[in-house]
């Protein structure tokens, strides 16, 4: 598999939620799709300590019933887009989660890690439930950018299993670079006195989303890893890198800038992770 980018526009502005930027965000997502099939990938075959640091890692239940939650949540949220161009795109990225959902699948059933059935989707609100998911991608996503470059600078993954993997972390950058430019769009076709109430929803979900990981980040002082919730936090204790809190957001921070960097430059890019771990990463002391 190889993952591509769109190219760099020339130094330019476009209004958010305006036709052009319609067009430029459903297009950049529709032409660096990848085409690849997960039951067709050819796993490398381990042994030994490679072999048992794969097995033993305690968050496949977690990321297999992640998948599985987001995936049909995005399917599911596609019906609710009117524009068709918009809506492909939706669509499209319901496929490439669906597809992460099936590469995992792939992953433990050849590996023979054991994971749990993934729980029955339940939509409540299909938008919330896009919302929710989406911010909590951001969240996930701008994590999983460090603990990647954490694993590949440690050796603790052979370099063909994260070879296998590039391209899907890259998709992630895409996803979330649809989701937020998607949520200004979204926002400048309501009529104008739905906008603040929709500003609301997303604010507390997003407040939802930070407490979430505030706890999580406690517990990580603490010197706890028990927790099953917001594992791209915490995984790096998982994968053996002796790595403090704040020298991973230092590696998150410059890992999410490198994926973001080729994308079109109109396109508005994730802020609110970013700003929140670099105001973590200058409070906190680097022995923390």
Aim: hydrophobic share 45%.
């Amino acid at each position: 598999m190889e993952w591509k980018v769109a190219m760099r526009a020339a130094a330019a502005t476009i209004e958010m939620g305006s036709m052009e930027h319609r067009e430029v965000l459903a297009r950049f997502f529709l032409e660096t799709h990848v085409q690849y099939v997960p039951e067709a990938i050819h796993w490398p075959a381990l042994t030994g300590d490679a072999l048992l640091r794969l097995t033993r890692l305690p968050f496949w239940n977690e990321a297999v019933a992640t998948e599985h939650v987001t995936s049909r949540t995005v399917a599911a949220a596609a019906a609710l887009e009117r524009d068709p161009l918009i809506r492909r795109a939706i669509e499209m990225q319901g496929l490439e989660e669906h597809r992460h959902a099936r590469l995992l699948a792939a992953l433990t059933g050849h590996y023979r890690i054991h994971v749990d059935q993934p729980p029955p989707f339940q939509p409540r609100s299909l938008e919330h439930d896009f919302l929710f998911a989406g911010f909590g991608e951001c969240f996930d996503s701008f994590f999983a950018f460090g603990l990647f470059e954490l694993a590949r600078k440690s050796g603790f993954f052979a370099p063909e299993l994260l070879a296998i993997f590039e391209p899907i972390v890259q998709e992630e950058a895409r996803h979330i670079l649809f989701f937020v430019n998607w949520v200004k769009y979204r926002r400048s076709q309501l009529p104008l006195w739905r906008r603040p109430l929709y500003r609301l929803r997303c604010g507390w979900i997003i407040l939802k989303q930070v407490a979430s990981r505030i706890k999580t980040a406690r517990t990580m002082s603490n010197g706890s890893s028990d927790s099953a919730e917001n594992f791209t936090l915490s995984a790096h204790q998982d994968i053996g890198a002796d790595v403090t809190l704040h020298h991973l957001l230092g590696i998150c921070l410059a890992e999410n800038e490198r994926r973001m960097a080729d994308y079109d430059s109109r396109l508005a890019r994730p802020r609110l992770v970013p700003s929140l771990a670099r105001l973590m990463y200058r409070a906190l002391p680097a022995s923390i």
